[in-house]
């Protein structure tokens, strides 16, 4: 059992007010909070040993640069890549998303097929677009039943040997949905597809084994699993990451430079040009051995009795309709009351201190899907409590009377 309070405690902006309020904080899904450690070691990067990495002999330079490669491998046993060259740091899932998007450009050829869900986040349809205009490849789309889940007969039946590659979110930021990810990489490596995996919103509730998987492309951001903004993981297999051609050119990613021609370096730092955000992936590694120290297992269970409690309370409310009931979901409730628009509960509910989302919540074909302009994004992180649900739970009910 997780001693909630003591793990409060180590979230500094919890215990701060907002509109006079305490601040109830539900909005986990757009960014997480930040542990005191993970503050605390990016001020100390900052004091101690900022200079920069692969370059200089000189100690200080050795100092972060070693902490930065010891932090990539931390973040390898996390996912369970079988190297450390397999892991690219990046600034987030939706860098890591068009890194691969760009290296398929060099791949496909006209008529070829790019399968993505409609349950994807707009940072998981615009860069397979635009490859799709370069290149003249076709996007197809796995459509989802009323509960929000992705039809895997379609998904089979639109498979083919056209299809190229397949980019499917782990867990849906907008409704929560868990996706049969491992079923659907073994069922695209079948037709010879390669498959990339939007891991954003699950790696705040899971330890993702990219080798259990067997995916070819895992990508994800720090700052939604209290790490800092401006940070991410690409994992890619060896074989696929030496088949791409780097993303951007500069400084850090080459062998050799004359005007002539120039030689890449070897993986990672192919991919990875200029100087990166060394203090971000640093204190990114601090933040998962944050989150590992309390478990991945005691931050489930809390957040399944979040989820349950929110489902139930809401539930009370007439006219309240809860978007994505699939057996499988993460700690996230998306909702709407029938007659009230989602920005009019959410402004209200903000006036009392609680942060949700509302709107589309990049991802507007589900929006379109169900016919409404946007859901009231409720997302828990382990450190929610019911308590802090029930108070969400009466300024929804005062909003409602308000507004009706
Ligand atoms: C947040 C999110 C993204 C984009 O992440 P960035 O950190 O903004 O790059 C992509 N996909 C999903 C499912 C997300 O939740």
């Not at 069922?187 to 990219?210: N, R, S, T």
Request: glycine share 8%; net charge negative.
């Amino acid at each position: 059992m997780l001693d909630i309070q003591k793990i409060r405690a180590d979230f500094p902006i919890l215990s701060e007010k907002v509109n006079g309020k305490p601040l109830i904080y539900f909005d986990n899904g757009a960014t997480s909070q930040k542990p005191q450690v993970v503050i605390d070691a990016e001020a100390k990067y900052y004091q101690e040993i900022n200079a920069n990495i692969h370059r200089g002999v000189h100690t200080l330079s050795q100092l972060a640069t070693d902490a930065y490669e010891i932090s990539r491998v931390k973040l390898q046993h996390h996912i369970n890549a079988k190297f450390s060259h397999e892991v690219l740091f990046t600034s987030g899932t939706t860098h890591g998303i068009n890194l691969v998007a760009n290296g398929f450009a060099s791949i496909l050829k006209s008529g070829d097929e790019i399968l993505v869900s409609s349950l994807e986040h707009h940072s998981n349809i615009v860069p397979w677009q635009m490859l799709c205009e370069k290149t003249g490849a076709v996007l197809k789309v796995i459509p989802i039943n009323e509960e929000g889940e992705l039809i895997i007969s379609e998904y089979e039946s639109l498979l083919s040997e056209k299809t190229k590659i397949v980019t499917v979110n782990h867990i849906s930021n907008a409704l929560g949905v868990i996706n049969p990810v491992k079923e659907m990489i073994a069922k695209a490596h079948a037709v010879g597809a390669a498959v990339l995996i939007d891991g954003a919103q699950a790696v705040p509730h899971l330890k993702p084994d990219v080798q259990d998987l067997d995916c070819d492309f895992y990508a994800f951001s720090g700052h939604k699993m209290c790490g800092p903004t401006g940070t991410g993981i690409l994992f890619g297999k060896e074989e696929w990451l030496n088949k791409l051609p780097p993303y951007q050119g500069g400084g850090e990613m080459i062998k050799e430079v004359t005007f002539e021609k120039t030689t890449y370096a070897d993986l990672p730092h192919k991919f990875e040009a200029g100087t990166p955000n060394i203090a971000g992936g640093i204190v990114l590694g601090t933040a998962v051995d944050y989150l590992n120290n309390i478990g991945f297992g005691n931050i489930q269970l809390q957040e399944k009795k979040l989820l349950e409690h929110a489902t139930k309370r809401l539930l009370e409310i007439e006219g309240l309709r809860i978007y994505g009931n699939g057996k499988n979901k993460a700690s996230v409730v998306s909702f709407n009351i029938d007659g009230i628009h989602p920005y009019d509960i959410g402004s209200i509910i903000d006036k009392l201190g609680i942060a949700v989302r509302t709107g589309h919540h990049c991802a507007q074909p589900i929006m379109n899907f169900f016919c409404i302009p946007g859901t009231i994004r409720a997302s828990f992180s382990f450190y929610n409590t019911k308590e802090e649900i029930d108070e969400m739970v009466e300024a929804v009910k005062k909003a409602k009377n308000m507004l009706s």
